[in-house]
């Protein structure tokens, strides 16, 4: 058969053991020693930390040092050797092999001059006419080395025999 259950709600309820109490204070007098030495840890944490971030203010510091600010002289020197060097980096060999191998032989050269601070070379030649000047002037527009090849001025000279045109290109060679 089935047992009736009896639940009585308003009896008086049974103390705790002792065994109880003592393993509650036990238990929170380690969440206290756990809890201080956390404490503990963080503010160690905090103190490395700081000197971590000073060391690295330092070695920043040092790293980065200012410099003083250059002098006149020290300022034209930079500049100088600045514009020696893009002298020396001219290629000069390369720029020599296009000029003067064109292969038709209707132009003469008269001069080179050269602006290497703007990577520019100004050409002056003489062709035997106008055709042959454009051409030449095509010639150099198709090269790999030059770009920017353009006709700067021209002129036909016509107290010559043959009335050979003058002329000048300016082009500015690719740096590598």
């Known amino acids: ?14 103390r705790t053991e ?5 393993l509650l204070c036990a ?3 380690l969440l206290l020693a756990c809890s201080t030495w956390l404490w ?3 503010a160690e944490n905090d103190r490395v930390q700081a000197e ?3 060391v690295r203010h330092r070695t920043f510091a040092q790293k980065h040092a200012a410099k003083p600010p250059q002098t006149p002289v020290a300022k034209l020197a930079e500049k100088q050797s600045l514009s020696i060097l893009r002298e020396l980096t001219v290629p000069w060999q390369d720029l020599f092999s296009i ?3 064109y292969p038709d032989h209707d132009v003469a050269l ?19 006419n106008v055709d042959a000047m454009i051409a030449y002037l095509k010639y150099l527009q198709r090269s790999v080395l ?12 016509t107290n010559v025999p043959g009335k050979p045109v003058r002329f000048q290109i300016t082009a500015v060679w690719r740096k590598s």
């Open 146 to 157: 030059l770009r920017e090849a353009v006709l700067n001025e021209h002129l036909v000279e």
């Open 99 to 101: 000029v003067e191998d």
């Open 52 to 54: 971590l971030d000073a």
């Open 40 to 42: 503990h840890a963080y």
């Open 110 to 128: 008269i001069g080179i001059d050269q602006n290497p601070a703007q990577s520019q070379i100004r050409i002056t030649a003489e062709a035997k």
């Open 1 to 14: 058969m089935i047992q009736i259950l009896e639940i009585d709600f308003g009896r008086r309820r049974v």
């Open 27 to 29: 238990g929170a007098l």
């Open 18 to 22: 002792t065994s109880g109490l003592i």
